[in-house]
């Protein structure tokens, strides 16, 4: 299987289920589930116990969260043309004398770096 075309750290849309148009960060990348942790997007409530903490303070109660969303149902978002866009990828040089190059993600619409 191969790895995620999204990272952490990438502005993404949703492009389908209940958050469809939003956009978010990356926050986490999971490859074995593919699935993406994105910031503001598919917010769940997670029902816990309160207790009481070494100090005294209670914590608990009903906390809202981020849970991973597929990564099939995102587009990674071009920063120079702000659109959803689908990933290439590019061979760039990086040394000419000895021929070493580096991949590097382009977007489809524009062709610049990303």
């Excluded at 952490?8 to 990356?26: E, F, L, P, S, W």
């Excluded at 906390?63 to 290439?88: D, F, Q, W, Y």
């Amino acid at each position: 299987m191969a790895g995620l075309k999204v990272r952490k750290g990438d502005t993404v849309q949703v492009i389908a289920g209940k958050d469809r148009g939003t956009k978010g960060k990356v926050i986490a990348a999971f490859p074995r589930e593919q699935k993406l942790l994105v910031e503001g997007v598919n917010r769940v409530r997670r029902h816990t116990k309160v207790t009481a903490t070494t100090r005294g303070s209670k914590t608990g109660g009903i906390i809202t969260k981020e849970a991973p969303i597929h990564v099939s149902n995102v587009m990674v978002v071009c920063p120079e043309c702000e659109k959803p866009t689908r990933l290439g990828r590019r061979q760039d040089v990086v040394d000419a004398s000895t021929g070493k190059t580096r991949p590097v993600r382009i977007c489809k619409r524009c062709g610049k770096e990303i």
